[in-house]
C-alpha cells in the first residue's frame, strides 16, 4: 500500500513535441544528462519528455491568487513576467526586451519585445501589465501577494483602500498608482523608494501579465483549454489528481531556445 500511495503524486511531464526531433539522434539527452541517461530506455529523451513530481495538486492556476510551490512551478511554464531569472541568478531579457533605471532608483522604464505574443496571437503590450498589476491589487481580488508590488507608487494604499484599519494615505484610483502604459510597448514603473532588488521581483508570479479575456470568462483558470498565456510552454492535458502535460509554445518569442 505504501508503494501504491506513492503513486498519486501529481506528474508534471513537459513535452516538447516534434519541433525538437532534431535534439535526438547520436547526441540524444544532450543539454539534460539525468533526464538522457535515466530515460535512455523508455524514449523520454528521444521522445523529448521530461517528468518532474509535484507534491501536492496546484491550488490554482491564477498568477494574482498563487502563493505556493507547486502553483509557481506550473506557472513558470506557462507565463514570463517582464524579465526571467537563468540560472545564475541573474535577471535576463523576458517580455521587456530592456529597461532603464533612473539615477535616483526610483523610475524603471520597460521596452517590450514587439515579438512577444499571448498563445492566441495578440500582441503583449504595456497596458496588459496595467491591467494585470492592477487586479492583483484591487481589494477584491485579495491576492495573498498583493504586497510583493508596494514597493511601486501608491499600491499599498490603493490595495488597503478599503481596508478600516490601515492608517497609511489611501488610493481609491489606480491612475495614482505607478504605473502607467505611457506607449504600446512601453510600461513605466514609479517606485515608493529605491529598491534595488526590483528589477528581479519583475519575474514573480504576482507581476505577471493575465489576458484581459480573463477578466470576462469565469473559466479561464478552472478549463485549461480556455487558458491563454505567454511563456514557454502552453496547457495540453490536466488531468485533476494525476498529471498536468505541457507542451511547447511556438509562438513564443524565444521558442528556439526551449529545449532539453
Same mark, same amino acid.
Given at each position: 500500500?505504501?508503494?501504491?500511495s506513492?503513486?498519486?503524486l501529481l506528474? /508534471?511531464? /513537459?513535452?516538447?513535441?516534434?519541433?525538437?526531433a532534431a535534439?535526438?539522434?547520436? #547526441?540524444? %539527452?544532450? %543539454?539534460?544528462t539525468?533526464?538522457?541517461?535515466?530515460?535512455?530506455?523508455n524514449?523520454?529523451?528521444?521522445?523529448?519528455?521530461?517528468k518532474?513530481?509535484?507534491?501536492a495538486?496546484?491550488?490554482?492556476?491564477?498568477?494574482?491568487?498563487?502563493? @505556493?510551490?507547486q502553483? *509557481?512551478?506550473?506557472?513558470?511554464?506557462?507565463?514570463e %513576467?517582464?524579465?526571467?531569472i537563468?540560472?545564475?541568478?541573474?535577471?535576463?531579457? %523576458?517580455v521587456?526586451k @530592456?529597461?532603464?533605471?533612473?539615477?535616483?532608483g526610483?523610475?524603471? =522604464?520597460? #521596452? /517590450?519585445?514587439p515579438?512577444? +505574443?499571448?498563445?492566441?496571437? @495578440?500582441?503583449i503590450?504595456?497596458?496588459?501589465? =496595467?491591467?494585470?498589476?492592477?487586479?492583483a491589487?484591487?481589494p477584491?481580488?485579495?491576492?495573498?501577494?498583493?504586497?510583493?508590488?508596494?514597493?511601486? +507608487?501608491?499600491a499599498e494604499?490603493?490595495?488597503?483602500?478599503?481596508?478600516?484599519?490601515y492608517?497609511?494615505?489611501?488610493?481609491?484610483d489606480?491612475?495614482?498608482v505607478? =504605473?502607467?502604459a505611457?506607449?504600446?510597448?512601453?510600461?513605466?514603473?514609479?517606485?515608493?523608494n529605491?529598491?534595488?532588488y526590483f528589477?528581479? /521581483?519583475?519575474?514573480?508570479?504576482?507581476?505577471?501579465?493575465?489576458?484581459?479575456?480573463?477578466?470576462? #470568462?469565469d473559466?479561464?483558470f478552472?478549463?485549461?483549454?480556455?487558458?491563454?498565456? *505567454?511563456?514557454?510552454?502552453?496547457?495540453?492535458?490536466?488531468? +485533476?489528481?494525476?498529471?498536468?502535460?505541457?507542451?511547447k509554445?511556438?509562438g513564443?518569442?524565444a521558442?528556439?531556445?526551449?529545449?532539453?
Amino acid at each position: 500500500m505504501k508503494r501504491k500511495s506513492l503513486l498519486v503524486l501529481l506528474t /508534471l511531464i /513537459l513535452a516538447f513535441g516534434t519541433v525538437l526531433a532534431a535534439c535526438g539522434s547520436k #547526441n540524444e %539527452g544532450t %543539454g539534460n544528462t539525468d533526464t538522457g541517461s535515466a530515460n535512455e530506455g523508455n524514449g523520454l529523451a528521444k521522445d523529448q519528455i521530461l517528468k518532474i513530481n509535484l507534491s501536492a495538486e496546484p491550488p490554482t492556476l491564477d498568477p494574482a491568487q498563487a502563493k @505556493d510551490s507547486q502553483t *509557481n512551478t506550473v506557472l513558470k511554464f506557462l507565463y514570463e %513576467g517582464l524579465v526571467r531569472i537563468d540560472a545564475d541568478g541573474k535577471e535576463q531579457a %523576458g517580455v521587456a526586451k @530592456d529597461w532603464k533605471i533612473s539615477e535616483d532608483g526610483l523610475k524603471y =522604464v520597460f #521596452n /517590450l519585445n514587439p515579438d512577444a +505574443k499571448w498563445s492566441n496571437g @495578440d500582441a503583449i503590450t504595456a497596458e496588459d501589465f =496595467v491591467r494585470s498589476w492592477e487586479r492583483a491589487l484591487k481589494p477584491e481580488t485579495a491576492s495573498p501577494y498583493a504586497y510583493q508590488l508596494y514597493y511601486i +507608487k501608491g499600491a499599498e494604499g490603493y490595495n488597503l483602500s478599503k481596508d478600516e484599519t490601515y492608517k497609511g494615505t489611501k488610493v481609491t484610483d489606480f491612475s495614482q498608482v505607478g =504605473v502607467k502604459a505611457t506607449d504600446e510597448h512601453t510600461l513605466e514603473v514609479t517606485l515608493e523608494n529605491p529598491t534595488p532588488y526590483f528589477l528581479g /521581483l519583475t519575474a514573480f508570479y504576482t507581476y505577471y501579465p493575465v489576458h484581459a479575456s480573463a477578466d470576462t #470568462n469565469d473559466k479561464f483558470f478552472t478549463d485549461y483549454k480556455n487558458m491563454i498565456v *505567454n511563456g514557454p510552454f502552453v496547457m495540453d492535458q490536466y488531468s +485533476k489528481g494525476q498529471k498536468i502535460v505541457v507542451k511547447k509554445n511556438d509562438g513564443y518569442h524565444a521558442a528556439a531556445d526551449i529545449k532539453l
